[in-house]
Nanobody, 120 residues
Framework: QVQLVESGGGLVQAGGSLRLSCAVSRYIGSINAMGWYRQAPGKQRELVAT???????NYVDSVKNRFTITRDNAKNTAYLQMNSLKPEDTAVYYC??????????????WGQGTQVTVSS
């Protein structure tokens, strides 16, 4: 019943910006790491960015200095600010949350995906 709702995708020209959001609800326990993944047509899903509960971030090399992942723990929400977008950023972007239950069992939950399309 854990729910991740994504928003913010759309169509943008190369060089433009978008901001994705991911709100987590209906969970019991604590949210640990959160991340953004993307999948382009015909390609495997790849990790884009992660952020720990303490705010430590990691990025795939192709988005460093262009994308920024943040989180607002009070709102149970993660964000992905995407600047200087390139056509190769076109993909469906998925949010993931790692939730630890009161029994200290971790499980991954995924958002529904949001389409990001960058035109040349």
């Amino acid at each position: 019943q854990v729910q991740l709702v994504e928003s913010g995708g759309g169509l943008v020209q190369a060089g433009g910006s978008l901001r994705l959001s991911c709100a987590v609800s209906r969970y019991i326990g604590s949210i640990n790491a959160m991340g953004w993944y993307r999948q382009a047509p015909g390609k495997q899903r790849e990790l884009v960015a992660t952020i720990t509960s303490g705010g430590t971030t990691n990025y795939v090399d192709s988005v460093k200095n262009r994308f920024t992942i943040t989180r607002d723990n009070a709102k149970n929400t993660a964000y992905l600010q995407m600047n200087s977008l390139k056509p190769e950023d076109t993909a469906v972007y998925y949010c993931k949350a790692v939730v630890t239950s009161p029994f200290l069992v971790e499980f991954d939950y995924w958002g529904q995906g949001t389409q990001v399309t960058v035109s040349s």
